[in-house]
């Protein structure tokens, strides 16, 4: 519960001072916004209004999984089926429109059903079949991708209007930063604000006390997975919807980078530390490397070395900082 | 590690779901009847380009009486080599492979070519084993046909966006040379960046949304695939078709869409049902004991707004 405590409650005075205390809490945060500098050094493109609005939009796909991921990461598990049931949810809301001739709210209600659906497959999975996480989520990542493919026949669907909307423009406003800012409040508040959310912290600080204190770790692991899939099936509306269609192939490998913007926002892979703040800023900091490298027009041989290189140097030095903090 | 009995089944059951997954994706139509089997080893089923090849290859396999096995690597070598593998022992007559991977394809034919099986590449090579026939496109001529219907399109000058494919794969590698060789002809045409989108739409979508940030000007866009060609349409909005000319290349069902909306330029067609067709007409020759070329190509051909009725039907 050690770790819980400390993750739940602002630390108390610390040695150095207010801001110094910010900086060591938000590393992600000051690594965005070095790399934002340095990117508005380089090229006079990227620090323009609608570069800026772009990178909302590609952020949200990504942000949205890892939201979603992050209630797992934080009690503990891993979902490595985001990307293959953010596909699936996309490709059943597009059938359900396409081929079942529903009506369109139908098909956006039905691919969030499908997406939350598959997360509580897996967490029941995880729960009651004693499957570690890692296992019954690769199962679903299979399952997820190979149902897409049965739906399909292969082939990409078109969506419906109301799925399309999520990826147009609210007047001036684009919708997938609406739904990116509306999907992260929700989050939050379920973190930081509910009984529930509380329990994902003391399951991924210590399982077995969490259990001993009254807490209903199986309820709480089936909600973490079930919340999971939820986030991952918008996830794959908002990224249908900017195509107009879904894609039998849409967020293949996309789970990678939702552990990795989980994780270079600050959580810990052992469980029981992670804010949906950092999450968001784990997203921008991969979307703002794509579109910087992009702008600077580098090769994309060197731009998966750099990417990774990112990764490690973000995650390293937010280890570091770790161990140099008292618990 | 010690697992109860109940546990033991649930492991079981989920690695059972697993496979299951993995092989109900994979199992093709049964062919005809026919005392000839044959095996098509599929780079991946998750792109109708290979959906199409597959029904051409069926369509010829039924013609001809050869029972046809069809399994989907899903982009994965070494699942290819194990695919590959099976084949050789379960007798099949011969082997139509679409290799994940052309070097790493090598290994995979060589138990194939050892038991004297005929093997015949479509659609991509398979580097440094003997294979009777390739298949396959002409990718280097298609990426010439696309800068001069591209460059025809802009009127012969302006600035122009590559989006690549995968680094590394010969498609890329060869349309995209194919492409810089056609438009070097073009003295006023420059073309300001390339970039890769990964042959994904969405991920086109973002790079050349990227792209068109820091080249505001440009006035062209070859993507190395239609699946890019039509991110960077969605990309462009309004201003695909009219203010940006934008080319792809495969001709896929989404792509002739395109141009029949006008958004699209032009696109290379290939002509995947016609690749399936052929290798399985080669394979027939060489079960028959006939010779065949050892490179077959097969014609691509540029589709715009004038010749895409020909291609939609």
Redesign the interface.
Same mark, same amino acid.
């Given at each position: 519960m050690n770790k819980v405590a400390t993750a739940a409650a602002p630390k108390k005075a610390r040695g150095g001072s207010r801001i110094g205390r910010f900086l060591a809490d938000n590393g992600a945060l000051v690594g965005l916004f070095v790399l934002g500098l340095a990117l508005f050094i380089a090229?006079p493109?990227f620090l323009?209004g /609608?570069?800026l609005l772009?990178i909302g939009? +590609?952020a949200s796909?990504i942000a949205v999984l890892a939201f979603g991921l992050t209630f797992v990461i934080v009690a503990a598990g891993i979902d490595l089926s985001v990307g293959s049931v953010a596909a699936l949810s996309a490709m059943g809301s597009a059938w359900i429109f396409s081929e079942g001739s529903m009506p369109g709210w139908i098909a956006l209600i039905g691919g969030l059903a499908i997406g939350a659906l598959s997360g509580a497959v897996s967490g029941f999975?995880v729960a009651y $079949? =004693?499957?570690p996480s890692f296992?019954?989520t %690769?199962?679903m990542l299979?399952?997820a @991708? $190979? %149902?897409t &493919?049965?739906i399909s026949? $292969? @082939?990409?669907i078109g969506t419906a209007p109301e799925v399309s909307f999520l990826g147009g423009d609210l007047g001036v406003i684009p919708m997938p930063i609406i739904v990116l800012v509306v999907a992260g409040l929700v989050a939050a508040f379920i973190l930081n604000f509910t009984v529930m959310g509380r329990y994902m912290y003391a399951v991924g600080g210590n399982k077995e006390a969490a259990r001993l204190s009254g807490v209903p770790v199986r309820k709480v692991l089936v909600t973490v997975f079930t919340l999971s899939g939820l986030f991952a099936g918008l996830a794959g509306l908002l &990224?249908s919807g =900017? %195509?107009?269609?879904a +894609? /039998? +192939?849409?967020?293949v490998g996309y789970e990678l980078d939702a552990i990795a913007a989980v994780v270079i926002g600050g959580a810990s892979l052992a469980g029981g530390i992670g804010r949906i703040s950092g999450t968001l800023v784990g997203a921008l900091v991969l979307v703002v490397i @794509?579109?910087g490298l992009? %702008?600077l027009?580098v090769s994309?041989?060197w +731009?998966q070395v750099v990417i990774g290189l990112v990764i490690a140097v973000a995650v390293g030095i937010d280890s570091l900082r770790r161990k140099n903090q008292p618990h | 590690m010690k697992f109860s009995a109940p546990r033991k089944a649930a492991v079981l059951t989920m690695s059972l779901a697993l496979a299951l997954s993995a092989t109900a994706c994979n199992r093709g139509e049964e062919g005809a009847e026919g005392s000839t089997s044959a095996t098509l080893a599929l780079s991946t089923l998750n792109n109708p380009f290979f959906v199409e090849l597959r029904d051409g290859a069926e369509a010829a396999a039924e013609e001809a009486g050869i029972e046809l096995e069809v399994v989907d690597a899903q982009n994965d070598s070494a699942t290819q080599t194990n695919q590959l593998a099976t084949a050789a022992t379960s007798g099949t007559d011969g082997v139509i492979i679409n290799p994940v991977d052309s070097d790493a394809a090598a290994a995979a034919v060589a138990p194939l070519i050892d038991a004297d099986v005929p093997v015949v590449a479509v659609d991509r090579a398979v580097n440094g084993a003997e294979v009777e026939s390739l298949v396959s496109s002409d990718n280097v001529a298609g990426g010439r046909q696309a800068a001069d219907a591209l460059a025809e399109a802009m009127g012969e000058e302006g600035k122009v966006i590559v989006l690549q494919g995968v680094a590394g794969t010969s498609a890329s590698r060869d349309r995209g040379a194919g492409f810089e060789e056609g438009i070097a002809a073009y003295p006023n045409i420059e073309v300001v960046a390339k970039q890769t989108a990964n042959f994904d739409r969405a991920e086109a979508l973002n790079v050349a949304t990227n792209l068109l940030q820091a080249n505001p000007d440009v006035t062209g866009i070859f993507a190395e695939n239609d699946e890019m060609a039509l991110g960077a349409i969605q990309a462009l909005g309004d201003r695909a078709g009219s203010e940006v000319k934008v080319v792809g290349f495969d001709g896929t069902e989404d792509g002739l869409a395109a141009i029949e909306a006008g958004t699209m330029t032009a696109t290379i067609a290939q002509q995947p049902a016609e690749l399936g067709k052929r290798s399985v007409e080669v394979l027939e020759q060489l079960l028959a004991g006939e010779t065949v070329e050892a490179t077959i190509p097969v014609p691509v051909t540029t589709v715009n707004s004038e010749n895409v009725g020909e291609f939609t039907e």
């Amino acid at each position: 519960m050690n770790k819980v405590a400390t993750a739940a409650a602002p630390k108390k005075a610390r040695g150095g001072s207010r801001i110094g205390r910010f900086l060591a809490d938000n590393g992600a945060l000051v690594g965005l916004f070095v790399l934002g500098l340095a990117l508005f050094i380089a090229t006079p493109d990227f620090l323009t209004g /609608p570069n800026l609005l772009n990178i909302g939009i +590609q952020a949200s796909v990504i942000a949205v999984l890892a939201f979603g991921l992050t209630f797992v990461i934080v009690a503990a598990g891993i979902d490595l089926s985001v990307g293959s049931v953010a596909a699936l949810s996309a490709m059943g809301s597009a059938w359900i429109f396409s081929e079942g001739s529903m009506p369109g709210w139908i098909a956006l209600i039905g691919g969030l059903a499908i997406g939350a659906l598959s997360g509580a497959v897996s967490g029941f999975a995880v729960a009651y $079949g =004693r499957l570690p996480s890692f296992i019954a989520t %690769l199962a679903m990542l299979s399952i997820a @991708r $190979g %149902l897409t &493919l049965v739906i399909s026949e $292969g @082939r990409p669907i078109g969506t419906a209007p109301e799925v399309s909307f999520l990826g147009g423009d609210l007047g001036v406003i684009p919708m997938p930063i609406i739904v990116l800012v509306v999907a992260g409040l929700v989050a939050a508040f379920i973190l930081n604000f509910t009984v529930m959310g509380r329990y994902m912290y003391a399951v991924g600080g210590n399982k077995e006390a969490a259990r001993l204190s009254g807490v209903p770790v199986r309820k709480v692991l089936v909600t973490v997975f079930t919340l999971s899939g939820l986030f991952a099936g918008l996830a794959g509306l908002l &990224l249908s919807g =900017r %195509l107009d269609s879904a +894609q /039998p +192939q849409a967020a293949v490998g996309y789970e990678l980078d939702a552990i990795a913007a989980v994780v270079i926002g600050g959580a810990s892979l052992a469980g029981g530390i992670g804010r949906i703040s950092g999450t968001l800023v784990g997203a921008l900091v991969l979307v703002v490397i @794509r579109n910087g490298l992009n %702008l600077l027009n580098v090769s994309s041989f060197w +731009q998966q070395v750099v990417i990774g290189l990112v990764i490690a140097v973000a995650v390293g030095i937010d280890s570091l900082r770790r161990k140099n903090q008292p618990h | 590690m010690k697992f109860s009995a109940p546990r033991k089944a649930a492991v079981l059951t989920m690695s059972l779901a697993l496979a299951l997954s993995a092989t109900a994706c994979n199992r093709g139509e049964e062919g005809a009847e026919g005392s000839t089997s044959a095996t098509l080893a599929l780079s991946t089923l998750n792109n109708p380009f290979f959906v199409e090849l597959r029904d051409g290859a069926e369509a010829a396999a039924e013609e001809a009486g050869i029972e046809l096995e069809v399994v989907d690597a899903q982009n994965d070598s070494a699942t290819q080599t194990n695919q590959l593998a099976t084949a050789a022992t379960s007798g099949t007559d011969g082997v139509i492979i679409n290799p994940v991977d052309s070097d790493a394809a090598a290994a995979a034919v060589a138990p194939l070519i050892d038991a004297d099986v005929p093997v015949v590449a479509v659609d991509r090579a398979v580097n440094g084993a003997e294979v009777e026939s390739l298949v396959s496109s002409d990718n280097v001529a298609g990426g010439r046909q696309a800068a001069d219907a591209l460059a025809e399109a802009m009127g012969e000058e302006g600035k122009v966006i590559v989006l690549q494919g995968v680094a590394g794969t010969s498609a890329s590698r060869d349309r995209g040379a194919g492409f810089e060789e056609g438009i070097a002809a073009y003295p006023n045409i420059e073309v300001v960046a390339k970039q890769t989108a990964n042959f994904d739409r969405a991920e086109a979508l973002n790079v050349a949304t990227n792209l068109l940030q820091a080249n505001p000007d440009v006035t062209g866009i070859f993507a190395e695939n239609d699946e890019m060609a039509l991110g960077a349409i969605q990309a462009l909005g309004d201003r695909a078709g009219s203010e940006v000319k934008v080319v792809g290349f495969d001709g896929t069902e989404d792509g002739l869409a395109a141009i029949e909306a006008g958004t699209m330029t032009a696109t290379i067609a290939q002509q995947p049902a016609e690749l399936g067709k052929r290798s399985v007409e080669v394979l027939e020759q060489l079960l028959a004991g006939e010779t065949v070329e050892a490179t077959i190509p097969v014609p691509v051909t540029t589709v715009n707004s004038e010749n895409v009725g020909e291609f939609t039907e």
